[in-house]
Nanobody, 126 residues
Framework: QVQLVESGGGLVQAGGSLRLSCAAS????????MGWFRQAPGKEREFVAAINRSGGSTYYADSVKGRFTLSRDNAKNTVYLQMNSLNAEDTAVYYCAATWVASATIKIKEYEYMYWGQGTQVTVSS
């Protein structure tokens, strides 16, 4: 079992930045693809970003490309989502997810992820 705990959410003004962290426990996640998803009020959960197990490859949703940066520190069993130039459309609960992979692939579909955190709220005021 892998437990994921997100942190770093909060209230920020439009144009500001936040850095989300996702700390994993229970198992070493160096063999796991890690991802972030978000769910805005009244909307379905959507993909934000994902990273392969080594951290050498990342993939982003078009809506966040160029503004968000995903990284990981396998020694700390933690992934980080740096979010810059935030706008009101980024307001959502952000969820960290993890799934074991046999290769350096990146998973971007919600159903491909086995483990999920409880989420952290990000609110961007305009």
């Amino acid at each position: 079992q892998v437990q994921l705990v997100e942190s770093g959410g909060g209230l920020v003004q439009a144009g500001g930045s936040l850095r989300l962290s996702c700390a994993a426990s229970g198992r070493t996640v160096s063999s796991y693809s890690m991802g972030w998803f978000r769910q805005a009020p009244g909307k379905e959960r959507e993909f934000v970003a994902a990273i392969n197990r080594s951290g050498g490859s990342t993939y982003y949703a078009d809506s966040v490309k160029g503004r968000f940066t995903l990284s990981r520190d396998n020694a700390k069993n933690t992934v980080y989502l740096q979010m810059n130039s935030l706008n009101a459309e980024d307001t959502a609960v952000y969820y960290c997810a993890a799934t074991w992979v046999a290769s350096a692939t990146i998973k971007i579909k919600e159903y491909e992820y086995m483990y999920w955190g409880q989420g952290t709220q990000v609110t961007v005021s305009s």
